[in-house]
Structure formats: structure tokens, C-alpha cells
């Protein structure tokens, strides 16, 4: 069975910064792309970042030039560094990792998705 921990989250004062984490344990063969998603209250969940296995990174809007997503992949770990933070930004972060159960999985491109339980990051005075 596939798992992802998150931690990092709590309370931070507007324009302060934190980091989140989330590692992937289990039977794991390899994983491709990693992210990102949160929702905030009262609003559907939206990709916040994304990164693939090649390192190519993608951001919302919203988050861009204040975000930064990075993957260690000895550790199946993928972090979200959050600077210049704003109330707006209040949310449940949710990590996601497509992986691969198997070789055969890994040569067929045929991946398996994951979610981890989510991780609440208020921002406020």
C-alpha cells in the first residue's frame, strides 16, 4: 500500500513564509509527476504546483514568483516552499504522486495515483 505524509502547514502572519513536505512511502517502482493542489473554504480545489520526473515545473497564477516546488527523488519527497504568503493563500494543501507499482507499470507509462490527507495552511494577523 502507497502512502503520502504531509507536514508543514500551521499558522503564519501575512508575507511570512512556510515550507511544505510530503513523502511518499510503500511499494513504490518509480513515480512521474508529483504537485500540489488546495481548497480554499467555500472553493473547488485548484493545482497550486506540479512538478514531472524531468524536473519541469508548473504554477497557478495566483502563486508564481512566491512558490516553489522541488522533489528529492532518493526520498520520494516533494516540498512547496511558500514566501510572500497572503490571507488569499488560506487553504488545505494536498499532495498527489503518480507512481509506478512495477516495471512493467514504468515501461508502459502506466501510472497510479495517490493523494495525501491534506494539510491546513491559514494565513492571518
Known amino acids: 500500500q502507497v502512502q503520502l505524509v504531509e507536514s508543514g502547514g500551521g499558522l503564519v502572519q501575512p508575507g511570512g513564509s512556510l515550507r511544505l513536505s510530503c513523502a511518499a512511502s510503500?511499494?513504490?517502482?518509480?513515480?512521474?509527476?508529483m504537485g500540489w493542489y488546495r481548497q480554499a473554504p467555500g472553493k473547488e480545489r485548484e493545482l497550486a504546483a506540479a512538478?514531472?520526473?524531468?524536473?519541469?515545473?508548473n504554477y497557478a497564477d495566483s502563486v508564481k514568483e512566491r512558490f516553489t516546488i522541488s522533489r528529492d527523488n532518493a526520498k520520494n519527497t516533494v516540498y512547496l516552499q511558500m514566501n510572500s504568503l497572503k490571507p488569499e493563500d488560506t487553504a488545505v494543501y494536498y499532495c498527489?504522486?503518480?507512481?509506478?507499482?512495477?516495471?512493467?507499470?514504468?515501461?508502459?507509462?502506466?501510472?497510479?495515483?495517490?493523494w495525501g490527507q491534506g494539510t491546513l495552511v491559514t494565513v492571518s494577523s
Open positions: 498527489y504522486a503518480d507512481y509506478y507499482s512495477d516495471s512493467v507499470g514504468a515501461l508502459t507509462n502506466s501510472y497510479l495515483e495517490v
Open positions: 510503500g511499494s513504490i517502482f518509480g513515480i512521474n509527476g
Open positions: 512538478i514531472t520526473s524531468g524536473d519541469s515545473t
